[in-house]
């Protein structure tokens, strides 16, 4: 399935973007080759906890071809999962430095930087069918942990289209919020790990490390 997210050609604007985005490069990375194409999931196929993320970031997953690989929202994130006991180390900076996940799997909800991490409504349900096949693939999965409101919406329609709940009324996005679903997984929600959330102390650390805790718990993994 990844490499088929890899080669998709769904979002005409999505697609311009990224190739652009990877010709023109950032100056601070003049030098390196930019992935410029869809980004495709990582970690465990066993995994019990899903990560959701928005998108990936122009100059971050974009640039990387990993989720969360690269940028400052990832520079948050994996030290949180080393800690968690999910991430061999604490730093992820490209594909091959050796980055692991034991019992967790990353992915998001939009495969390709949108402009300003806007994906449009319609960008949105073109990318749905991937997170739909996706988490039917993941057969071991208990927890998903989404970071942000608009992967939190987005895991919403997946269980509407699924028809595991019948209306999104009762699930409220906050922090730290812990909802349990129709078969026995739990949903939880976290602010999204981006600068201007970590950078103003919305969200800090010890806030972040307590949902993959929680995370670890609820997946029997504690």
């Known amino acids: 399935m990844n490499a088929q997210i890899i080669a998709c050609e769904r979002c005409p604007r ?44 122009a100059h971050g997953s974009n640039r990387t071809g990993r989720p969360f690989t690269g940028d400052g929202s990832g520079d948050f994130l994996f030290p949180v999962l080393h800690q968690a006991g999910f991430a ?7 594909r091959d430095d050796g980055m692991t996940l034991t019992g967790l799997w990353i992915s998001a909800v939009v495969r390709c930087a949108p402009p300003g991490n806007k994906p449009t409504p319609g960008e949105q349900r073109n990318c749905a069918p991937w997170l739909d096949e996706e988490i039917g693939l993941l057969s071991h999965l208990r ?24 209306a999104r009324a009762g699930y409220v996005f906050r922090h730290g919020a812990e909802y349990a679903l129709p078969g026995g997984q739990v949903l939880l929600a976290s602010y999204h790990p981006s600068l201007q ?12 490390l307590g949902v993959f805790v929680r995370a670890r718990q609820l997946a029997g993994l504690a």
């Not at 061999?88 to 490209?94: C, G, H, I, N």
């Open 143 to 166: 927890v998903i942990v989404c970071l942000g409101k608009i992967a939190f919406d987005g895991f919403l329609s997946h269980q509407l289209r699924a028809g595991h709940i019948a």
């Open 197 to 208: 959330n970590t950078n103003t102390g919305k969200l800090t650390r010890p806030m972040f």
């Open 14 to 57: 999505l697609r311009t973007y990224c190739a652009e985005i990877a010709r023109v490069k950032r100056r601070a990375y003049a030098d390196r080759d930019y992935w410029g194409k869809p980004v495709p999931s990582f970690g465990d196929p066993a995994a019990r906890v899903l990560v959701l993320g928005l998108a990936p970031g």
């Open 88 to 94: 061999l180390q604490p730093k992820a900076v490209s």
